[in-house]
C-alpha cells in the first residue's frame, strides 16, 4: 500500500514539473510576442507619422496621391511581414510547450 502511494506522489510530482515547464515556456512565448507586437506598433507609428508629414509637405495633388499609395504600400508590406513573423513565433512557442509533454504522451502509446 505504501509502495502506490510513493508511486502517486511520484507520479503527481512529475506532472506539476511538466506542466510548469509548458507554463514557463508559454509565458516566455507570449512576453517575447508582446514585445514583438509593441516594437511594431512604435515603427507603424513613427512610419505613419512620417507618411502625414510627407503628405502635408507635398506642393501638388499629384504628389500627395503618390506619398499615400506610397505609405500604403509599405504599410500593407510590413504588416504582413510582422503578422508572417508572429505566426512563425506562435508556431515555435506551441512547440516549446509541447516539447515536456513528449516523453509522457511517448510512454503512454507502448
Known sequence: MMNNFEEMQKLSKDNMDIAMASFGSMSKGFQA???EVADYQKKSFEEGTAAVEKLVASKSLDKA???QAD?????YEGFVGEMTKIS???TDMSKDAYKPYE???GKMGK
Open 71 to 75: 505609405y500604403v504600400k509599405t504599410s
Open 33 to 35: 510576442i508582446a514585445a
Open 88 to 90: 512563425e513565433m506562435v
Open 65 to 67: 496621391f503618390e506619398a
Open 103 to 105: 516523453g509522457v504522451l
